[in-house]
C-alpha cells in the first residue's frame, strides 16, 4: 500500500499579515511542525507545495527528507497548489495508491493523527476519509486512487472539500475536534499561544 502526502502551504496568510508558516509553536515553526507529523505518518512520500515566501519557507524544511516543490501559481488558488502536488507526487510516485491532503496552519495534526487515517484506510478500503470537526468534513483527508482525477480536475480556487462535499455518501470520517483550530487569523494565533502557555 503506497500512500503519499500533499502539504499545501503555498498561501500568503492575507487575513494572519504575515506568514502562518513561520508562526512559532513550541519553539517551531507550524510548517515544520506539519511536515515533522508528515514524515512521521506511515507514508512513502510527502510532498510539501510553497508559494509565497518560497525561499524562506523552503530553509525551514532543508533539513528534512520532504520532496519540496514551488508553484509559481500559487496565488491563483489553493486548488491549484493542491493539483500540482498531485502532480509531483504522481511523477515522484507513480505507484500511489492514496493521497493524503494536509495544510500546514492546522497544529492539531500529528503523526498518530494520521496514521489513524491510515489505519482507517487499510482496515476499510474506503475511497474517500476525511476528518470531522465544526460539523463539517474536511482535511486532513485520503482520497483513494479513483479520486484523484477529480482532484487533479478542481477549479483553482477550490480545495480538497469540493470533492469531499460532492462524495459526501462514500466518505468515511473521523471524528477530530482538534481540526478546528486552525490559524488563519492574529487573534487564532493568541488563543493557541496562550493555550500552549
Not at 9 to 31: I, T
Not at 103 to 110: E, I, L, Y
Not at 115 to 122: A, E
Request: net charge negative; charged share 20%; with cysteine.
Amino acid at each position: 500500500m503506497n500512500i503519499g502526502i500533499v502539504l499545501l502551504a503555498a498561501g500568503a496568510s492575507v487575513r494572519m499579515g504575515k506568514a502562518k508558516q513561520q508562526l512559532l509553536l513550541d519553539g517551531e515553526p507550524l510548517l515544520w511542525h506539519a511536515a515533522q507529523a508528515a514524515l512521521h505518518a506511515a507514508v512513502t512520500h510527502t510532498v510539501v507545495v510553497l508559494g509565497a515566501q518560497e525561499a524562506a519557507h523552503r530553509a525551514m524544511l532543508e533539513s528534512l527528507p520532504v520532496d519540496v516543490m514551488y508553484n509559481p501559481d500559487w496565488e491563483k488558488g489553493m486548488g491549484n497548489s493542491l493539483k500540482t502536488g498531485m502532480h509531483r507526487l504522481l511523477r515522484i510516485a507513480p505507484e500511489t495508491d492514496a493521497a493524503l491532503i494536509m495544510v500546514c496552519d492546522q497544529p492539531g495534526v500529528t503523526a498518530h493523527y494520521l496514521n489513524n487515517i491510515i489505519l482507517k484506510y487499510s482496515k476499510t478500503n474506503a475511497p474517500l476519509i476525511a476528518s470531522h470537526y465544526a460539523g463539517t468534513a474536511g482535511v486532513p483527508a485520503l482520497f483513494a486512487k479513483k479520486l484523484f482525477p477529480e482532484l487533479m480536475a478542481l477549479d483553482d480556487k477550490q480545495g480538497a472539500k469540493k470533492v469531499i462535499q460532492h462524495h459526501h455518501d462514500i466518505t468515511t470520517t473521523i471524528d477530530f475536534p482538534e481540526g478546528a483550530v486552525d490559524i488563519d487569523t492574529p487573534e487564532d494565533y493568541r488563543r493557541l499561544a496562550g493555550a500552549a502557555v
